[in-house]
Every structure is written in structure tokens, then in C-alpha cells.
């Protein structure tokens, strides 16, 4: 089991589905938590302050904010409080995030834009604001909630994975930055029943789907044994595979060649991954190209 004594988390989005699952779950591994959930109706208990309770009431140490995670100064609020809290701050789980299911033609300006201020840049302002205190952190660990979505598309998921593939960009551009301190960026696409999926799964999968059987992939990430970065994970059921972004050999092409040269590139062999885009471009220029299939 991944133990997680003394290492303190903050983690948004955890005040119910998986935010929850992963707050409850870090807490038992021996984790302080600053649990993150916005609290839009004033006339309800907050959740966040229900998930800190409920750590709380088992022995552990857990502090609520109730702070929308789209707000700019959200992310410097949370990592204040875990220091004030707590003295330290060693990892982050951005997994606040809102769906949506709407073909462009529908979409708004101002609609596109809130599923990105909520999904994307809700992650980069935390990601950001605690940037530099995991640089000092012996293992520095930050984990983003990404999707399928963001990997595959879907229908009328335009704002919606468009968002999700960002942080995936993300990801991999702050690894490089990271590697020199030790301090650990990745993404997790997860699957679960949440009151985001439940309509959408089929009868007899939800039981499969526990939010908590993607708990144990995120304390690992955020642990101090984690020695990958960069990576998206896909996980659900206690299952996991990597998502990666491959190239295969480039083809060339005269004037008149090009569809026959974009299909030979397609399913052209091997693929290959590289470890930053400086790599990518040098192997695909010194690399000897193949010609189109006629």
C-alpha cells in the first residue's frame, strides 16, 4: 500500500464523485488535506467542509475551501492555506472540472469560454500558483484530471475535449520544465460512475465503476515512489493504460501525390514517441523518408 505520512495534497473538486474518492482515499494513506469544492448553494452544507469532517472524524488532518477553482486568485488561496495549515505543500490534484454536450452550431462564445475558464484554466491557475513551492519540495507531485474526450473527441464535445486535450498539452510541457527538480506532472483520464456519467452507462457497468478504484492510481502519482512525468494515464475498474502521442515515418510527397502521400502517413510504421518536441522534430528531419504507396 502507498503510504503518504506526512505529505500534504490539495485537492479540488473533492467534494463528491471522484474529488471525493481520491481526498478520502490520500487522507487513509496518511495525507493532510486542503479539500476544494465550490459552494454554490449557500442554503446547502458545503460539501467540501462534509469531506473534511468526514477525514477529520477518522483521525486525520483535513481543512475545507470552498473557493470556485475558476477563479484566478483560487489557486493562490489554496496553497496559503496549506501552508498556513499545514507548513508544507508536496502535491496537487487538479480534478475540478464541468461537462457538456453541444455541437458548435449551438455553442456560444461565452459558453465555449466557461467550460475552458472551469476545465483548463481552473487547473493552470493552481498548477501555477504552486508551481514554485513544489520546485522546493523534495517530491514535488501535481496530478490534472484530463478525459477521453481530450484524447479522442465526441460528439458535441467540442469546448469539452478541446479543454481536456489543453491540459494534456500542458502536461507535457511542464514535465520538461520539471524534470530538474524532481517535481512530477501527469495526467489521468478517468472512468467512473459520477453524477457527470451515470446517464451515460450502460445497466450492470456502474458497479464496475467505483470512483474509488482510480484512488489508489492517484496516490501513487502523487507519492514519492512516482518516477514518471509527462504521461496520461486511462484508468477505471482498478484498470489502467497510457495514452500517447506517436509519429510514424515521414512519406514524401510531389504535387500531384499528396492524398496518396497523407494515406501511406496515416498507417505508416513504426511509431514512435519522443520525450519533448525538439526530439520529434530532429527525427523527423533526419530521418530518411519512405515514399507514398501509388
Not at 488532518?61 to 508536496?90: K, Q, S, W
Not at 490534484?93 to 461537462?99: I, M, T, Y
Request: aromatic share 6%; net charge negative.
Amino acid at each position: 500500500m502507498t503510504r503518504l505520512t506526512d505529505r500534504v495534497v490539495i485537492v479540488t473538486g473533492a467534494g463528491k464523485g471522484l474529488g471525493r474518492a481520491y481526498a478520502l482515499d490520500l487522507a487513509a494513506r496518511g495525507a493532510s488535506l486542503v479539500v476544494n469544492n465550490r459552494w454554490a448553494d449557500r442554503e446547502a452544507p458545503s460539501s467540501a467542509e462534509a469531506v473534511a469532517a468526514e477525514i477529520r472524524a477518522t483521525g486525520g488532518r483535513a481543512v475545507a475551501n470552498v473557493d470556485p477553482a475558476e477563479a484566478p486568485e483560487t489557486g493562490e488561496a489554496l496553497v496559503a492555506l496549506a501552508l498556513a495549515e499545514f507548513g508544507r505543500l508536496d502535491a496537487v490534484v487538479s480534478n475540478a472540472g464541468v461537462p457538456e454536450t453541444k455541437r458548435l452550431h449551438r455553442q456560444t462564445r461565452e459558453g465555449f469560454q466557461r467550460i475552458f475558464d472551469i476545465n483548463f484554466f481552473g487547473a493552470f491557475h493552481l498548477v501555477q500558483a504552486a508551481w514554485a513551492v513544489l520546485s522546493e519540495a523534495p517530491a514535488g507531485r501535481i496530478v490534472v484530471s484530463a478525459s477521453s474526450a481530450g484524447l479522442h473527441g465526441g460528439d458535441g464535445m467540442a469546448a469539452y475535449a478541446s479543454s481536456k486535450a489543453a491540459l494534456i498539452g500542458l502536461v507535457r510541457g511542464l514535465a520538461v520544465e520539471g524534470r530538474p527538480r524532481n517535481l512530477m506532472i501527469n495526467a489521468i483520464a478517468p472512468y467512473a460512475v459520477t453524477a457527470m456519467t451515470e446517464q451515460h452507462l450502460k445497466p450492470g457497468l456502474a458497479e464496475r465503476m467505483d470512483p474509488a478504484a482510480v484512488a489508489p492510481l492517484v496516490a501513487w502519482l502523487v507519492s514519492e515512489h512516482c518516477d514518471v512525468s509527462g504521461q496520461t494515464l486511462v484508468s477505471g475498474g482498478g484498470r489502467l493504460r497510457a495514452a500517447v502521442a506517436v509519429e510514424g515515418p515521414p512519406v514524401a510527397f510531389a504535387e500531384g501525390d499528396v492524398g496518396n502521400a497523407v494515406h501511406a502517413a496515416i498507417g505508416g510504421q513504426p511509431r514512435e514517441t519522443y520525450p519533448d518536441s525538439h526530439q520529434a522534430f530532429a527525427a523527423f528531419m533526419d530521418g530518411r523518408p519512405t515514399l507514398a504507396a501509388i
